[in-house]
């Protein structure tokens, strides 16, 4: 059984899940606004409740939620080089859309590189 949370504890717990949730919200407010995320997954991340009583689980709570973000950002990535590389292979080297994909190509893969850890990087 758990001890009474003090009055000037349990107010920083919600001063804490609303800091959060204002982060996470605001962030995934951005990535919908610019179309890099879908209504659903939109739906689920903003309609996640923090309700637990600790600081830890607070900062525990929203560190699966941001790291599932960055999992989902990270995947939306991955898919954008897939479909630049299947366009790559279905032009010919003297089309002139050839050099701007690739180049392209390369920034996203760059980019991919940078968003995560070493080991799982397949570009």
């Known amino acids: 059984m758990t001890d009474p949370l003090k009055p000037s504890e349990k ?3 919600i001063e804490l ?4 949730q204002e982060v996470l919200n605001r ?3 951005i990535a919908l606004e610019h179309k890099e995320m879908d209504d659903q997954t939109y739906i689920g991340f903003i ?3 923090c309700t637990e009583e600790t600081v830890d689980a607070v900062y525990d ?3 699966i939620l941001f790291i599932s973000l ?3 950002h990270r995947e939306r990535l991955w898919q954008r080089i897939l479909k630049g590389a299947e366009f790559i292979d279905s032009l010919d080297k003297s089309d002139p859309r050839f050099y701007k994909a690739v180049e392209k190509y390369d920034a996203l893969c760059e980019k991919y590189k940078q968003s995560g850890n070493e080991e799982e990087n397949k570009c």
């Open 70 to 72: 960055m999992e989902y």
């Open 47 to 49: 309609s996640e409740e």
């Open 61 to 63: 709570h929203f560190e």
């Open 11 to 13: 107010s920083l717990i």
């Open 27 to 29: 962030q995934v407010n």
């Open 17 to 20: 899940i609303d800091y959060y």
